[in-house]
């Protein structure tokens, strides 16, 4: 989708076609695997779904989210496995659903418009969102009520709070990611909708001010709705760069790029890349431009570069661990979301180089931008089968994946099979069971193995079993990559 795309399509195709001569025995799907990680989404919507709904198991839910405020809140994605539409992770989601498609769109063939409309469910609703000046909803849900009980979507009878923050509670993270997922959707959508991305991308603009106007962090603001589920550890300064730099790269207003440039000595790693924590995107993102200016590149060349280094399972600068079996493993739970989010980059990141004829040096160490294809590539083989115990960790996809994944709308029947209502703690003889979820969410990716590769497929197992947007919305880009691999 973006501009210069098809100038670096021949480039793409070189270094697939290097990549695929280290292909080993073991075949990947990337192509059916795509077109499965976009039809998770479906699984996670919520509010009136469309006559387009492919995921027939889920049914309309939460048609009166919002109310209690007197605002239209239906829409939007439930997170994980639970009820509740915690809008810093949803954001967080949609910018990387819109960058997939900015960097990777003309690489999806029929799944883009599929796509497109995964980023729409969010644009759409974050517009309501941000309705009114100085009021930014940042969250609908009580997630102390919902994880209370078990039951599906379409049977919800906890507390719908709407939580949002103002000028005297401010929000700055979840407002400032709610603006990049704006402005990056706004250049994914422009070719295809260009009245809509202008929408968009003044929306982006409106919402980043707000922002960066009215300090401070929704931690304080709305206080046990975030936390301790999506407590906002690093600090807000990052989303507030981050928002600046795809504003910058949605509108080309310099005021921006002032702002990343000026901002810049406020981010605190280089390393980390997440719904919390957008330190190392920032740099990735803004190399692709600071590339063709080769006079100054500070921080986000070096950084870029020493983020790369820190990856690698050669680099002598290497600070990840890998499993014998070749997982990457960071600190923390789900660390599957890790997984796909620093493939992502590495891809990005190889596609800038090579198109800069750009090398790094860790150490005594030449890598290339094959390297870091190649890198990803073995992590996304891990995750779709290649690994100690050969089971995939993408729900539908394969013939050995998880069963009895931590989700509340798979595991408990659908209105078709069970018309009458489940209640709270309805749905606990289903999540007991041991047999497998009644539903599958095709496409979810779960959190993963332990670094030991082993995996416990149960839903008590939260860490492991457990899918996210935000652990799947990556794999969207990673996937449309290497889809070009089933081509030669």
């Not at 290097?18 to 075949?27: E, L, R």
């Not at 009520?145 to 906890?158: A, I, K, L, Q, V």
């Not at 006079?295 to 950084?303: D, E, R, V, Y």
């Not at 709270?424 to 539903?439: L, V």
Request: aromatic share 12%; hydrophobic share 35%.
């Amino acid at each position: 989708m973006r501009g210069d795309i098809a100038e670096m399509s021949n480039l793409f195709v070189l270094m697939i076609m290097m990549i695929a001569t280290m292909v080993n025995s073991f075949s990947v799907n990337y192509s059916d695997a795509l077109t499965k990680s976009i039809l998770f989404f479906e699984g996670q919507r919520s509010g009136p779904l469309p006559p387009s709904q492919r995921m027939k198991w889920r049914k309309d839910s939460g048609l009166s989210d919002g109310y209690d405020i007197d605002m239209d809140m239906t829409g939007g994605y439930y997170d994980a496995g639970d009820n509740v539409k915690f809008h810093f992770p949803m954001a967080f989601t949609t910018t990387i659903l819109a960058w997939s498609v900015i960097e990777f769109g003309d690489l999806m063939g029929p799944d883009l418009q599929h796509a497109i409309e995964a980023i729409r469910w969010g644009t759409d609703y974050f517009l309501k969102a941000t309705k009114f000046p100085n009021i930014i909803v940042a969250q609908v849900g009580d997630p102390n009520s919902d994880h209370g009980c078990w039951e599906r979507p379409e049977d919800m009878d906890t507390s719908r709070q709407t939580y949002f923050v103002s000028r005297d509670r401010p929000g700055s993270e979840v407002s400032a990611e709610i603006a990049a997922a704006l402005a990056a959707s706004s250049i994914a959508l422009s070719k295809t909708n260009y009245l809509y991305s202008r929408v968009l991308l003044d929306k982006a603009k409106l919402v980043f001010n707000f922002a960066n106007n009215y300090r401070g962090s929704y931690n304080d603001s709305i206080c046990d709705g975030a936390c301790p589920f999506y407590c906002d550890i690093n600090g807000y300064m990052d989303e507030l760069v981050w928002g600046a730099a795809w504003l910058y790269k949605a509108s080309n207003d310099r005021r921006y790029w002032n702002f990343v440039k000026s901002n810049m000595q406020s981010i605190r790693s280089i390393n980390d890349f997440g719904w919390d924590s957008k330190d190392a995107g920032i740099n990735v993102l803004v190399s692709q431009w600071m590339m063709k200016d080769p006079s100054n590149q500070n921080p986000f060349i070096p950084n870029a570069d020493k983020f790369i280094c820190n990856l690698l399972p050669d680099s002598p600068n290497k600070t990840v661990t890998y499993s014998k079996g070749g997982l990457l493993f960071i600190p923390g739970q789900s660390n599957m979301q890790h997984v796909g989010s620093y493939s992502f980059l590495l891809i990005i990141y190889a596609s800038y180089m090579e198109a800069n004829n750009k090398i790094i040096n860790c150490g005594n160490v030449v890598v290339k931008a094959c390297d870091l294809v190649s890198l990803a590539k073995t992590q996304v083989d891990y995750v779709l089968g290649n690994n100690p115990l050969g089971m995939s960790y993408m729900v539908g996809y394969g013939e050995k994946y998880p069963q009895k994944i931590h989700h509340r709308g798979s595991v408990n029947p659908s209105i078709d099979l069970y018309p009458k209502h489940i209640g709270c703690r309805d749905g606990d003889k289903y999540f007991q069971s041991q047999a497998p979820n009644i539903n599958v969410l095709t496409g979810a990716f779960v959190g993963g193995p332990a670094d030991d590769d082993s995996f416990q497929d149960s839903r008590y197992n939260i860490s492991q079993s457990e899918p996210t947007t935000y652990i799947n919305a990556p794999f969207v880009g990673v996937l449309a990559y290497f889809k070009q691999l089933n081509s030669i």
